[in-house]
């Protein structure tokens, strides 16, 4: 069985830092582009941040570029979302997701996805 398991949200306070993991079971994403998505209530899910299967790729929305940096661990198979400077509106639930081909900043062309990890900034 395939998963993606989130973990290290919480709430934190504006200026805060967190760090996300994502850790892969049941096959192995190095050969997959990696990526991490929010969901705030009542908006559509955003791209955060994508890396290729190698690392030697990244992307980053607007919104959290300087901020945020995306990793990986092939060996470990973990996926990972260190995330500075947070502010209120980096308030959403997180998604770690996988693909093994198309635009990385397109929700729906991710095959595997976690079941997600709350992060709350407070003000």
């Known amino acids: 069985q395939v998963q993606l398991v989130e973990s290290g949200g919480g709430l934190v306070q504006a200026g805060g830092s967190l760090r996300l993991s994502c850790a892969a079971s049941g096959r192995t994403f190095s050969s997959d582009a990696m990526a991490w998505f929010r969901q705030a209530p009542g908006k559509e899910r955003e791209f955060v941040a994508a890396?290729?299967?190698?690392?030697?790729?990244?992307y980053y929305a607007d919104s959290v570029k300087g901020r945020f940096t995306i990793s990986r661990d092939n060996v470990k198979n973990t996926v990972y979302l260190q995330m500075n400077s947070l502010r209120p509106d980096d308030t959403a639930v997180y998604y770690c997701a996988a693909q093994s081909g198309g635009r990385y900043y397109v929700w729906t062309e991710y095959h595997y996805w976690g079941q997600g990890t709350q992060v709350t900034v407070s003000s």
């Open positions: 890396i290729s299967w190698s690392g030697g790729s990244t």
